[in-house]
């Protein structure tokens, strides 16, 4: 039913107990009916947590691993770039999503700033990173906009302040305080691990 045993144990010890609801666990032949059953249940719950944590735990030191050896941790590239179709683990351009990359250093240059980016890119009808993933088959987390066109002044920020874009992999930007939590946090830059010219650069340094 799941890996924290404080949240179990209330749904099954209280929750379930004043609603009237009957608590089946078939592969751990728990039935609440059974009182004797359920005075096993909190010790299994305690061990899914154990095994959640193992598993995270795991996880945790083979990311790390990776990212100190220079490979991306990040699941897809960021807009300007894709997949390589022959080694998922290299980086290529995107040579259309490249170009409004570049358009929107170039617009930096002569002055402008994020949010009027925005509003030249959405005047000119360029397509927004999530409608472009989308066409291109690539899957977001994101929530298509109404209008395709929609940009902001967030996402220009976050183009500009890449170093990817320099060619630059850079691992270990953010984590998570707890395996329990979803919660993404930022790392200072002195915690960032970069490594150099791993994949083409679409902005030079010079830019």
Not at 104 to 117: M, R, S, V
Not at 137 to 161: K, M, V
Not at 168 to 187: A, D, E, M
Request: with cysteine; glycine share 6%.
């Amino acid at each position: 039913m799941g890996s924290d045993y404080l949240k179990v144990g209330f749904y099954t010890e209280v929750l379930f107990v004043e609603k009237g609801v009957r608590f089946i666990a078939i592969n751990n032949g728990i039935d609440s009916v059974n009182q004797t059953d359920s005075d096993f249940t909190p010790f299994l719950n305690i061990i899914n947590e154990w095994y959640a944590k193992d598993t995270s735990k795991k996880i945790r030191a083979v990311m790390k691993s990776k990212g100190e050896a220079g490979e991306h941790l990040c699941t897809n590239p960021p807009y300007g770039y894709m997949k390589d179709p022959d080694n998922k683990k290299r980086w290529v351009v995107d040579e259309e999503a490249a170009e409004v990359v570049k358009r929107i250093f170039a617009l930096c240059l002569e002055g402008y700033g994020p949010t009027q980016i925005a509003r030249i890119l959405k005047e000119e009808q360029v397509l927004t990173p999530t409608i472009h993933f989308m066409q291109i088959g690539r899957t977001t987390r994101n929530a298509p906009p109404d209008n395709p066109y929609n940009w902001t002044g967030d996402t220009i920020a976050d183009i500009l302040e890449r170093p990817e874009y320099q060619g630059h992999t850079v691992n270990f930007k953010t984590y998570k305080q707890s395996y329990k939590s979803k919660k993404t946090c930022y790392n200072p830059e002195e915690k960032w691990l970069m490594f150099e010219n791993t994949h083409e650069a679409v902005i030079d340094a010079d830019t």
